[in-house]
């Protein structure tokens, strides 16, 4: 149980009610602290007339989903500004009274003083967007990243130095997941090669499709599932690319968008492969979810991967590799390599992780003890 009062209140902040990887990231987080006695506050916006989160939430965690309406023909840049407007006056109008903790740049713009952690750091050309992006990396007062490799780009890219902080797995759920419902997704899908993630630029997408189309030489017969794909940020020209490949290279891909949390352990474990091809990522949890579930899995040969998954992946450099390294998984591999990738999944627990932020956040406490604005903290 927390000893510091000032742990004893956390305010997680995401952007989105969606299932993507930082949401899903605060919400097991604010359950593992809630489970340990803290009492935990998540803040999101509430995109398109969402009032709750895709999945329950422990009813222990306290919810504050803050409504953003549509705006039609709103560019990215301007939505991405009244997020953080909206978000932040509902933050200023209920102050939180511990730790503020964002995961994410608008949520980070939106907190005010406030703990951040970095995912991964993205590259923005558009000057708004730049800039949001530069505000939530500099002015947050103590940082956290999940991986290694995105503490080294911070050092290198700001001079800040971040705690390292890995995520959790839920290992359990995707290593035994309901077996009608497995049978289910193979009946529905036949063999398949999975990616999850949606279609877009960071999650190599384009680079996928050239692998598959590699791929059916050999596995003629084989699928490529793509599900998942909420977001802020508009994809469109990309996804337009997307499909004219698709048609480019004569091949039909499944897209299944996103898929209820209920049914994502079964769609993953019917897998035959699971496809990572990501070109940045902080730590890579759904590729380590279907490590869990027995799965063999392919990954971009990047730093960040070689970090978390060494000895349990095959790493791919480009679409070619990628295709090499799919046939090989699909053909049986290496038998040894499923049970390490069980063995790895399981080490990654959300309770280490709860328990590692309160000591981050006592220990910047203590650090901060002699500032007279160490209450915000």
């Known amino acids: 149980m927390p000893t510091d009062p000032f742990a004893d209140e956390v305010d997680l902040l995401t952007y ?20 340990s006695g803290v009492a935990v506050t998540v803040w999101s916006l509430g995109r398109g007339g969402d009032t709750g989160f895709f999945r329950q939430v422990d009813p222990r965690v306290r919810l504050r989903v803050v409504p953003l309406p549509e705006i039609e023909d709103e560019t990215v840049g301007e939505r991405v500004q009244r997020s953080i407007e909206v978000l932040g006056a509902a933050v200023r109008a209920d102050p939180p009274r511990g730790v503020v903790h964002a995961q994410d740049c608008i949520s980070a713009n939106a907190a005010g003083r406030c703990i951040r952690t970095v995912h991964h750091i993205d590259r923005f050309t558009t000057p708004q967007l730049a800039r949001c992006h530069e505000r939530a990396i500099r002015e947050p007062y103590a940082h956290v990243c999940v991986s290694s490799a995105v503490a080294a780009e911070l050092r290198q890219g700001w001079g800040i130095e971040a705690a390292v902080i890995s995520n959790g797995v839920d290992s359990a759920r995707f290593a035994a997941p309901d077996p009608d419902a497995v049978r289910a997704w193979r009946t529905r899908l036949g063999d398949y090669v999975l990616a999850v993630g949606g279609i877009e630029p960071r999650k190599g997408s384009l680079a996928l499709l050239e692998a598959y189309a590699l791929l059916r030489g050999a596995r003629p017969d084989t699928a490529l599932v793509i599900a998942g794909g909420e977001t802020v940020f508009d994809y469109r020209d990309y996804r337009a690319r997307w499909d004219a490949r698709v048609v480019e290279l004569g091949i039909h891909p499944v897209v299944l968008g996103p898929v209820a949390d209920a049914g994502m352990p079964s769609l993953v474990a019917g897998a035959s492969a699971f496809a990572f091809p990501s070109e940045k990522e902080g730590f890579g ?11 063999p899995v392919v990954v971009s040969d990047l ?22 390294a799919l046939e090989r998984a699909l053909a049986g591999g ?11 999944a399981a080490r990654y627990t959300w309770a280490a992780a709860a328990a590692a932020h309160l000591e981050f956040y006592r220990r910047v406490r203590a650090e901060a003890a002699d500032q007279p604005v160490s209450r915000a903290l």
């Open 334 to 344: 290496d038998p040894g390599r499923a049970e390490r990738g069980r063995a790895l």
């Open 303 to 324: 730093p960040v991967l070689r970090e978390t998954f060494a000895g349990a992946v095959e790493f791919a450099s480009d679409a070619h590799a990628l295709a090499a």
């Open 16 to 35: 989105s009610t969606k299932p993507r990887g930082g949401v899903v990231h605060t919400l097991a987080l604010a359950e593992a602290l809630a489970e």
């Open 285 to 295: 949890l759904a590729a380590m979810e279907a490590l869990a579930a027995g799965v």
